[in-house]
């Protein structure tokens, strides 16, 4: 009688694993809580759970029914112990029956038939046992193995070896395990895909919200040039694949806009399009910036946070000013464009991604390479279809259009009248040669407008020292609609020197911030930076 009661308290034991599967929400938690109270059992030497994986997989077990190794099983659960070693660690994952070929060993079968197999004695029916004088050894007598089944699917096998006759009411309580396993199983990866879900729409609402703005200010490519129709030509032909663009050209042309039309014209249009600045990341940062964290993996770390190759899942990622990633970190970007796989800072978890990207640079990449400043195989393996955004310098024609496009956002920005573009106003803006291209016109435009306060528009540069003279006579004003004078290139180079160091003067020789030289000139802080290095401007 005293086994029989033993035996009424494990099938209590049963009913509450029944009742913690329905609520338990991660899969891994469910599979390792089954396995770990069906070999609580006294009796029972050995449980295990394998699941069907599609996908491509070498079969440990290399046999004829292997060869179409489309859908395996996957050993995903195990808890046991040994008689005759006692390091032996049966929770381990790999080893010779760690994957299956539906069909192959008894596993296999069960996965490929739907049906259970029993072996109440297995001295008496050995057929079933892939090691024989490993059973003896262990006094392994019986082994029950029950398909997942959900919906009439198999979706994988629940096993358990005993050193005990099977009797007919524990197949009974293995086969009620099966079927709410099955459920369990559905339930948590649908809680878990929700839940990536969530995360991946909140994430994506933090990354696009700060582009929003930067979207709307700055417009949809506007021109006309024959510089600007070769690039959307390019824009035409790349946009549908999922080619790696890399864009080109100076700061302030319009990358991003490229970018962006790009993404819009391809087949992941529906998925987001998320922005990395590389100049902006601090050193420290770039790992968790890039393929996020897990709570406490460095100081600071509070909470689990994706990085924005998962924000971009299925999407794409822009990788503006590429050529700041530090070198010792490229190889990790690399690692992702080859294989599709990352790992979040402090955790061991693989997890795979689909993400095109695109990058941007104003350097000369190339250059970088044989100073030892960029991995030429990440350099290939960004530049499959460079595409290079004229300067604004070079397509002149194009100041017109851009003009009158500024204007019109400031106008439905402020809701009122604005003056209008004159002959004038276009020579003088098409005078300049703009080294900040783009977004130096639209600054300067709007410039104008605050200063004219509705006359007409008079466009004030700045003088040696970085200030603005509000009572500048603008070319307008005297009275020529035709003459312009013509400043040599060698004197606005001049010019563009003394206008930096006066900003960085004023600025107290501070570069970023709010109260940076970069501020000050409408430049970005890694723009400004190269051009100190390129004049070889120095603080006294």
Same mark, same amino acid.
């Given at each position: 009688?005293?086994?029989?009661?033993?035996?009424?308290?494990? @099938?209590?034991?049963?009913?509450?694993?029944?009742?913690?599967?329905?609520?338990?929400?991660?899969?891994?938690?469910?599979?390792?809580?089954?396995?770990?109270?069906?070999?609580?059992?006294?009796? #029972?030497? *050995?449980?295990?759970?394998?699941?069907?994986?599609?996908?491509?997989?070498?079969?440990? $077990?290399?046999?004829?029914?292997?060869?179409?190794?489309?859908?395996?099983?996957?050993?995903?659960?195990?808890?046991?112990?040994?008689?005759?070693?006692?390091?032996?660690?049966?929770?381990?994952?790999?080893?010779?029956?760690?994957?299956?070929?539906?069909?192959?060993?008894?596993?296999?079968? &069960?996965?490929?038939?739907?049906? !259970?197999?029993?072996?109440?004695?297995?001295?008496?029916?050995?057929?079933?046992?892939?090691?024989?004088?490993?059973?003896?050894?262990?006094?392994?007598?019986?082994?029950?193995?029950?398909?997942?089944?959900?919906?009439?699917?198999?979706?994988?096998?629940?096993?358990?070896? =005993?050193?005990?006759?099977?009797?007919?009411?524990?197949?009974?309580?293995?086969?009620?395990?099966?079927?709410?396993?099955?459920?369990? &199983?559905?339930?948590?990866?649908?809680?878990?895909?929700?839940?990536?879900?969530?995360?991946?729409?909140?994430?994506?609402?933090?990354? *696009?919200?700060?582009? #929003?703005?930067?979207?709307?200010?700055?417009?949809?490519?506007?021109?006309?040039?024959?510089?600007?129709?070769?690039?959307?030509?390019?824009?035409?032909? #790349? !946009?549908?694949?999922? =080619?790696?663009?890399?864009?080109?050209?100076?700061?302030?042309?319009?990358?991003?806009?490229?970018?962006?039309?790009?993404?819009?014209?391809?087949?992941?249009?529906?998925?987001?399009?998320?922005? #990395?600045?590389?100049?902006?990341?601090?050193?420290?940062?770039?790992?968790?910036?890039?393929?996020?964290?897990?709570?406490?993996?460095?100081?600071?770390? *509070?909470?689990?946070? !994706?990085?924005?190759?998962?924000?971009?899942?299925?999407?794409?990622?822009?990788?503006?000013?590429?050529?700041?990633?530090?070198?010792?970190?490229?190889?990790?970007?690399?690692?992702?464009?080859?294989?599709?796989?990352?790992?979040?800072?402090?955790?061991?978890?693989?997890?795979?991604?689909?993400?095109?990207? /695109?990058?941007?640079?104003?350097? $000369?990449?190339?250059?970088?390479?044989?100073?030892?400043?960029?991995?030429?195989?990440?350099?290939?393996? *960004?530049?499959?279809?460079?595409?290079?955004?004229?300067?604004?310098?070079?397509?002149?024609?194009?100041?017109?259009?851009?003009?009158?496009?500024?204007?019109?956002?400031?106008?439905?920005?402020? $809701?009122?009248?604005?003056?209008?573009?004159?002959?004038?106003?276009?020579?003088?803006?098409?005078? @300049?040669?703009?080294?900040?291209?783009?977004?130096?016109?639209?600054?300067?435009?709007?410039?104008?407008?605050?200063?004219?306060?509705?006359?007409?528009?008079?466009?004030?540069?700045?003088?040696?020292?970085?200030?603005?003279? =509000?009572?500048?006579?603008?070319?307008?004003?005297?009275?020529?609609?035709?003459?312009?004078?013509?400043?040599?290139?060698?004197?606005?180079?001049?010019?563009?020197?003394?206008?930096?160091?006066?900003?960085?003067?004023?600025?107290?020789?501070?570069?970023?911030?709010?109260?940076?030289?970069?501020?000050?000139?409408?430049?970005?802080?890694?723009?400004?930076?190269?051009?100190?290095?390129?004049? $070889? /401007?120095?603080?006294?």
């Amino acid at each position: 009688m005293k086994p029989d009661n033993v035996h009424e308290l494990d @099938y209590e034991a049963y009913k509450t694993l029944l009742l913690e599967m329905a609520q338990e929400h991660v899969v891994a938690t469910l599979l390792g809580m089954i396995v770990r109270q069906l070999a609580r059992r006294p009796h #029972v030497a *050995l449980a295990r759970i394998w699941l069907i994986k599609e996908g491509d997989c070498p079969c440990p $077990n290399k046999e004829a029914t292997c060869e179409d190794n489309a859908k395996c099983l996957h050993l995903v659960a195990s808890r046991g112990r040994s008689l005759v070693d006692k390091d032996a660690d049966w929770s381990r994952l790999d080893g010779a029956f760690s994957r299956f070929a539906l069909g192959s060993r008894k596993v296999g079968w &069960i996965a490929a038939t739907g049906k !259970a197999v029993e072996v109440n004695d297995t001295e008496k029916d050995s057929k079933w046992i892939a090691r024989p004088e490993w059973a003896r050894r262990e006094k392994i007598l019986g082994f029950g193995g029950q398909p997942l089944l959900y919906k009439g699917e198999v979706l994988g096998v629940l096993s358990i070896f =005993t050193r005990d006759l099977l009797q007919h009411e524990e197949l009974v309580w293995m086969r009620m395990i099966a079927d709410h396993a099955a459920t369990a &199983i559905v339930n948590a990866r649908a809680f878990e895909t929700i839940n990536r879900l969530q995360e991946q729409l909140e994430l994506e609402c933090s990354y *696009l919200r700060e582009e #929003v703005q930067e979207a709307r200010a700055f417009g949809d490519i506007v021109g006309q040039s024959e510089a600007l129709r070769s690039v959307l030509k390019q824009v035409e032909l #790349v !946009a549908p694949t999922d =080619t790696n663009v890399i864009i080109l050209g100076e700061s302030g042309t319009g990358k991003e806009l490229v970018a962006r039309e790009i993404h819009k014209r391809s087949l992941r249009q529906d998925r987001p399009l998320i922005k #990395v600045n590389c100049a902006s990341i601090s050193r420290e940062l770039y790992e968790s910036e890039f393929f996020g964290h897990v709570k406490g993996a460095f100081s600071g770390a *509070l909470k689990d946070r !994706a990085g924005r190759f998962e924000a971009a899942d299925g999407g794409t990622l822009f990788l503006d000013e590429v050529g700041e990633i530090p070198i010792d970190l490229q190889s990790k970007l690399l690692r992702v464009l080859q294989e599709g796989e990352y790992e979040r800072v402090g955790d061991e978890k693989t997890r795979k991604v689909d993400v095109r990207i /695109i990058a941007a640079t104003n350097r $000369n990449l190339k250059k970088d390479i044989g100073k030892g400043l960029f991995r030429q195989d990440l350099y290939y393996r *960004l530049s499959v279809f460079p595409l290079e955004v004229a300067p604004l310098r070079y397509r002149k024609e194009d100041i017109p259009l851009l003009a009158e496009h500024f204007l019109g956002l400031i106008q439905k920005r402020g $809701n009122r009248k604005l003056p209008r573009l004159t002959k004038t106003s276009l020579k003088e803006l098409q005078g @300049y040669d703009w080294p900040g291209n783009v977004r130096e016109l639209q600054n300067v435009i709007e410039r104008a407008v605050i200063i004219s306060q509705g006359d007409p528009l008079r466009f004030i540069w700045p003088d040696e020292k970085g200030a603005y003279d =509000t009572t500048e006579t603008s070319a307008e004003d005297s009275g020529s609609d035709d003459e312009w004078t013509v400043v040599p290139d060698s004197e606005m180079k001049q010019r563009e020197r003394r206008n930096i160091i006066a900003a960085l003067e004023k600025s107290d020789w501070t570069i970023y911030g709010a109260r940076g030289a970069a501020r000050l000139l409408g430049i970005k802080p890694t723009t400004l930076s190269s051009r100190i290095k390129k004049m $070889n /401007i120095r603080k006294p």
